[in-house]
């Protein structure tokens, strides 16, 4: 379970993206490369038609989730295409799982674990997190609940931020409780572990790290989106379907 931390007010930039990036390898952040293949949508072009269908035509929730960052009740998921899913939010950062940190919130599990039945390890993996439970306790429930939507654990999904995007895995849970507003509540969007901030140049300190908006978490349900492999791999394997779901995205929404 993602754990309680502390927030600080980091200014997020504005989101623009230009030329479609591509990770190089496992461990290494998004840059530009003239020798891979280029997909036959950028990433511009995605968040371009992501943007263009969250509208109040495609809204999944009734009523709004908080950011994680900032506190404020304004997040709201978009169905962007047949089995898509889309937000905008800040990005705390999750330091939770096998990979040990000085945060003094880290807690050593995560609520999904890799292949191998061990936790995932928030330096290592690029995952979200999302609500646990439905924090209304309806069905369907007014927010924005996974299990509705065909999602599970290790569900893949790409994260925009700046002039970069990456492949990450649904790995973690915000805990519920029964407060308006604090910490740890299933109404949260925006939380992602320190290797999911890495890779989009965010700081990454589980303490002072973050960004307050400006990142777009675009969720693939189904089976054929989860990802299988264990904390060794999970990056590059992950990393490996961005130019896939771009292509797939793009297609479907028929830019």
């Given at each position: 379970?993602?754990?309680p931390?502390?927030r600080f007010?980091v200014v ?15 461990d290494?952040?998004?840059t ?6 280029a997909?036959?949508y ?6 371009a038609?992501?943007k263009k269908?969250s ?5 999944v929730?009734s009523?709004p ?5 900032t506190?404020a009740?304004?997040?709201n998921?978009?169905?962007v295409a047949?089995?898509v ?6 990005l705390?950062?999750?330091t939770?799982g096998?990979?040990?940190?000085p ?16 936790s995932l ?8 997190v ?5 924090y209304?306790k ?6 924005f ?14 994260m ?6 990456i492949?990450?895995i ?10 308006d507003?604090?910490e740890?509540d299933?109404r ?6 320190v290797?999911a901030?890495?890779?989009?140049g965010i700081n990454?300190s589980g303490?002072?790290?973050?960004v ?12 054929d989106?989860v ?17 896939k779901a771009?292509d797939?995205?793009g297609?479907s929404?028929?830019?």
């Amino acid at each position: 379970m993602s754990s309680p931390r502390r927030r600080f007010a980091v200014v997020g930039a504005a989101l623009a993206l230009a030329a479609p990036l591509a990770v190089k390898s496992a461990d290494a952040a998004t840059t530009n490369t003239d020798t891979a293949a280029a997909p036959s949508y950028t990433a511009a072009q995605v968040l371009a038609g992501v943007k263009k269908n969250s509208t109040d035509a495609n809204k999944v929730n009734s009523k709004p989730h908080i950011n994680t960052m900032t506190r404020a009740k304004n997040v709201n998921v978009y169905q962007v295409a047949k089995g898509v899913y889309a937000y905008g939010s800040g990005l705390a950062v999750d330091t939770d799982g096998s990979d040990p940190d000085p945060d003094p919130d880290h807690q050593g599990t995560t609520t999904f674990k890799d292949s191998d039945g061990k936790s995932l390890g928030a330096h290592r993996v690029p995952f979200y997190v999302l609500g646990d439970d439905c924090y209304d306790k309806k069905n369907p429930c007014p927010h924005f609940f996974y299990k509705e939507h065909g999602i599970k654990g290790r569900q893949f999904a790409l994260m925009f931020y700046k002039s970069k995007v990456i492949g990450a895995i649904f790995g973690d849970t915000q805990t519920a409780n029964d407060q308006d507003t604090s910490e740890n509540d299933s109404r949260e969007l925006g939380e992602a572990s320190v290797k999911a901030a890495s890779l989009l140049g965010i700081n990454s300190s589980g303490t002072e790290g973050g960004v307050d908006n400006g990142v777009t978490v675009v969720i693939f349900s189904g089976s054929d989106w989860v990802v299988n492999g264990t904390n060794s791999n999970l990056n590059s394997k992950t990393q490996a379907m961005v130019t896939k779901a771009l292509d797939s995205l793009g297609s479907s929404m028929h830019l």
